[in-house]
């Protein structure tokens, strides 16, 4: 069987290198920098003792995102949104998809009533900017859910799943895990999928930007970014080393959540 090879030497179903470096900023309760191929970003988690008026007397928390480039993130300079007045609809896009993403790695209501915002800047851009920052952001998050824990400010620590995302698409008529600039700039079709550790999908973004995709496309697009998804959640969970007590404050959220659940029932 002969093998396609990418420009950059990838098998079709072959991941970039990918790496996490943990703790990185020393102010922020969660940093991770993010190392995807050639993508390179930052991704904080803040603390904040107060959440939105519409959760305020609930009781539950909240996690909300931001997103933004450096101006020299790609080959050429962008202006910095903050001058032109506005968040741009590309952007906003993405930190909403990061901000539903990231809701769903936690149980909201065991948080208490904090925000815990997420920050994903982009030092370098080489596609999979959004992907990159999901899955990087999830570590600081969990980071940031350790240091409430280890402050005795959380009970447990209410993680319900790791999650991670990424890029599919078809180049020439071949199906593609991870896609980098060059590829996803020609791509016929573009997709980015979130899933979590129960293997099932958060979320589902698939465009046909140069021509449309069967059902059995669709279906081999899933395949791909399960195997993609599957070994980011190793290298994510890698790059936590929990500890047996957080593994079982961990289990303990589980628990409360269970109860909780029985509680409302």
């Known amino acids: ?15 970039r ?41 609930t009781g539950q928390g909240w996690v909300t995102a931001e997103y933004s480039m450096l101006p020299r993130a790609t080959q050429s300079r962008t202006v910095r949104e903050s001058v032109r007045g506005r968040v741009g609809g590309r952007s906003q896009e993405i930190q909403r998809l990061i901000g539903r993403s990231l809701r769903s790695a936690l149980f909201l209501p065991l948080l208490g009533e904090r925000t815990i ?36 400010r959380l009970p447990c620590i209410p993680l319900r799943s790791l999650i991670s995302a990424v890029s599919v698409g078809k180049v020439g008529g071949v199906s593609l895990l991870d896609l980098c600039y060059e590829e996803d700039s020609r791509a016929e079709v573009d997709a980015n999928l979130v899933g979590d550790e129960q293997e099932d999908f958060i979320e589902v973004q698939a465009t046909g930007e140069r021509s449309t995709f069967s059902r059995k496309e669709l279906e081999g697009f899933l395949h791909l970014a399960s195997l993609g998804l599957d070994r980011i ?11 047996p007590e957080e593994e079982e404050a961990i289990a303990e959220g589980h628990r409360c959540f269970g109860q909780y659940q029985q509680g409302q029932a």
């Open 17 to 57: 290198p990918l790496s996490f470096r943990r703790g990185v900023n020393r102010y922020a309760e969660g940093s991770v920098l993010v190392f995807w191929g050639e993508t390179q970003l930052l991704c904080t988690a803040s603390v904040e003792e107060k959440v939105p008026l519409f959760l305020r007397g």
């Open 117 to 152: 915002w997420i920050d994903c800047d982009v030092l370098q851009a080489d596609g999979g900017t959004r992907t990159a920052a999901i899955s990087g952001a999830t570590l600081a998050l969990v980071d940031a859910l350790r240091y409430l824990w280890r402050e005795e």
């Open 1 to 15: 069987m002969t093998v396609i090879l990418r420009g950059d030497g990838r098998r079709p179903d072959e991941l």
């Open 233 to 243: 959640r190793q290298l994510q969970k890698a790059s936590l080393d929990l500890s």
